[in-house]
Nanobody, 121 residues
Framework: QVQLVESGGGLVQPGGSLRLSCAAS????????MNWYRQAPGKERDLVAS???????GYADSVKGRFTISTDDAKNTVYLQMNSLKPEDTAVYYC???????????????WGKGTLVTVSS
């Protein structure tokens, strides 16, 4: 069993910052990469940022220069530092990871339950 648990969401004023965390736990053999998605009310879930365990990073155009993804490999944790937040960043942010468990022979896709980020004055 693998669990992804997000934390760090909340209410912030426009221009403010938040740092999201997502910790993976369970019978983990290896992690291929971790991602942050977000879903605003009435909209589809979109990829925000991604990182491989080799360190390659990618960002959606809407967050480039404002958000930074990073990992603590020893803790199986991914972070999303969000600066210069805008009202349009309001969404539920989900952690996603490709993980191979000790018993499985292949990588599988896992999701957290999400953490709400609200940007409002």
């Amino acid at each position: 069993q693998v669990q992804l648990v997000e934390s760090g969401g909340g209410l912030v004023q426009p221009g403010g910052s938040l740092r999201l965390s997502c910790a993976a736990s369970g019978s983990i053999f290896s992690i291929n990469g971790m991602n942050w998605y977000r879903q605003a009310p009435g909209k589809e879930r979109d990829l925000v940022a991604s990182i491989t365990w080799g360190g390659s990073k990618g960002y959606a155009d809407s967050v480039k220069g404002r958000f930074t993804i990073s990992t603590d490999d020893a803790k199986n944790t991914v972070y999303l530092q969000m600066n210069s937040l805008k009202p349009e960043d309001t969404a539920v942010y989900y952690c996603n990871a490709l993980i191979r468990t000790i018993l499985a022979g292949a990588y599988m896709n896992y999701w957290g339950k999400g953490t709400l980020v609200t940007v409002s004055s």
